[in-house]
């Protein structure tokens, strides 16, 4: 087989194991909607004392509620993407079988992530969406050319997403019970990804500082382009390099972790 | 209801059971550390949000800061408490599609009781001291006219806000034993009410307000109470003694989660396997 072929099997595994729970993803559009309906009246009231806060109108600020709502479990930002499992068999001693297999970790797991990220975005994601959509008053882009932009901005943030995500999961190789790590980059991920109030409302160095890591690749660039706030290039270019590195980094670290296992027998 | 002598065996089983998973959780001492210390983040970085808010803004749906913070820590404060004590009740979906919900109800002990105990989180403390953290600092910056009243309705709120919430806990548990995968759905109304209730009612719409008022009463963890230690005009114009309701909301909420919880038990088969 080769190896294109392979990992998009593994995509289309993870994809489809995903979808085989019904009820759990009818259950997160619910969760995800209502979510979406408390924080939507606390941002209209926020832009409601302060027209064009961030420079958001009021229809762009409840389209960006309802576009995190869509990409919170896409992107995992607040955790259950493939690194719980990952973590765990690193912890159990499993990841030995993934190593002797004749594929690459990262890439292998990256697939599946992204197999992943795809059936949330089409099972979950969209549902809350439209519902804001309907019956809020939302801004969204009339050209087929935004859209599309903002579909790469998308992929772009998977990418980001799980970037971040593999080197959470790696730490489990020194730590064996990775929960806390887990944790705490679940957390900083959803407050600097924008999930809880937009980076463009963090005022001063504060602002400038989050709007400069990482986590902006995830909610905030994805809207900046959908919201035409940005220029997609630039956004893009931003992403992208993040991406590398953060892969990059995680295949400098996979080398040195996995020079530390040690298989026992039995 | 339940004879005495059963709850005091539900708690003794209660008792043991955590203090089993507070002695193995510090066989893994930094990652408790690091789990308690998240958890308070995890908290507080909703707080942190709200102050970014009034860096820009100087009023919420007419509430100030301190006043905001009232309501945060309340509810947070409340939930933190129910969320300790019986939080692992929403793992209960898990163990129906594994089977090993069985092992609990050959036990000699209240299967509730057991469940609640499940895997017992010490490291929740830190969502509950940071709730507390909160409503501290709003007590000391809010100018309240306290009143003998005022001052017994503070803990009165507390420990009812946390009994609604576990009444919300184990009805949606009782809910796992039917929906099963779709455990998620709970989240809506455990995490989404305390969520709903750090921001004060005048920012939502009327529908909604009524929806956890009259069919889901979470306003009764805070809203009305605090609404008359504040002194602020009532959300629907309710009258002035639901603020004092909620120790009988709470009971309330408990017998009929109690009902939920025995019908879902009740119902219960094993998958068999």
Request: aromatic share 12%; hydrophobic share 55%.
């Amino acid at each position: 087989m080769g190896a294109g072929r392979l990992y998009a099997a593994v995509a289309s595994g993870a994809f489809r194991r995903y979808a085989t729970y019904r009820a759990a993803t009818a259950a997160g559009v619910f969760t995800n909607t209502v979510f979406g309906l408390i924080l939507v009246y606390t941002y209209l009231a926020l832009w409601d004392e302060k027209p064009h806060l961030g420079g958001y109108d009021q229809a762009q600020a409840v389209t960006y509620v309802w576009l995190g709502q869509a990409l919170l479990s896409t992107l995992a930002i607040g955790g259950g993407g493939v690194e719980d499992e990952l973590m765990e068999r690193i912890r159990t001693g499993d990841i030995a079988i993934d190593l002797y297999r004749p594929a690459d970790l990262q890439l292998w797991w990256l697939s599946a992530d992204l197999g992943r990220a795809l059936f949330q975005l089409m099972g979950r994601g969209v549902l809350p969406f439209v519902f804001g959509a309907v019956f809020f008053p939302v801004a969204l882009p009339s050209d087929a050319g935004t859209w599309a932009a903002f579909l790469v901005a998308v992929l772009l943030a998977m990418l980001v997403g799980f970037g971040i995500r593999f080197l959470v999961a790696l730490s489990a190789f020194w730590l064996l019970d990775g929960t806390g790590v887990a944790q705490t980059a679940w957390i900083t991920g959803f407050f600097c990804s924008g999930m809880v109030l937009p980076l463009n409302v963090f005022p001063g160095a504060i602002g400038e500082t989050v709007r400069a890591l990482p986590w902006s690749s995830l909610l905030q660039a994805p809207a900046d382009v959908l919201l035409g706030r940005a220029e997609p290039w630039g956004v893009f270019a931003f992403q992208g390099a993040w991406a590398l590195a953060l892969l990059a980094l995680g295949r400098l670290v996979q080398s040195v972790a996995t020079r530390r296992v040690v298989v026992q027998g039995g | 209801m339940a004879e005495p002598g059963r709850v005091a065996e539900g708690l003794r089983a209660y008792r043991m059971i955590a203090v089993m998973w507070i002695r193995s959780t510090m066989a893994y001492r930094a990652s408790f550390v690091m789990t308690t210390v998240a958890n308070f983040a995890a908290t507080a970085l909703d707080f942190v949000a709200i102050l970014l808010m009034f860096s820009r803004v100087d009023a919420l749906g007419g509430y100030t800061l301190p006043e905001v913070a009232f309501l945060y820590g309340l509810s947070g404060t409340a939930f933190g408490l129910a969320d300790l004590t019986i939080g692992s009740m929403e793992r209960l979906g898990r163990r129906v599609r594994d089977g090993t919900l069985d092992t609990l109800l050959v036990r000699p002990a209240p299967v509730l009781a057991q469940l609640a105990a499940d895997r017992f989180a010490l490291r929740r403390l830190g969502r509950v001291t940071q709730g507390a953290l909160v409503l501290g600092y709003a007590l000391t910056s809010l100018d309240i006219a306290w009143t003998p009243l005022k001052l017994l309705l503070m803990p009165v709120m507390v420990v009812s806000g946390a009994a609604i919430f576990s009444a919300v806990f184990v009805a949606g548990a009782a809910f796992q034993f039917v929906a099963q995968d779709a455990s998620e759905v709970q989240n809506a109304f455990t995490y989404g009410g305390t969520t709903l209730l750090q921001y004060p009612p005048t920012v939502f719409a009327k529908e909604l307000v009524r929806g956890v008022t009259f069919v889901l009463p979470l306003a009764f963890v805070n809203w009305l109470p605090a609404t008359y230690v504040l002194g602020r005009p009532y959300p629907l114009d309710l009258p002035v003694w639901t603020a004092f309701a909620p120790p009988l909301v709470a009971v309330g909420c408990c017998a009929l989660a109690g009902a939920a919880w025995r019908t879902g038990l009740r119902s219960y088969r094993s998958t068999g396997s």
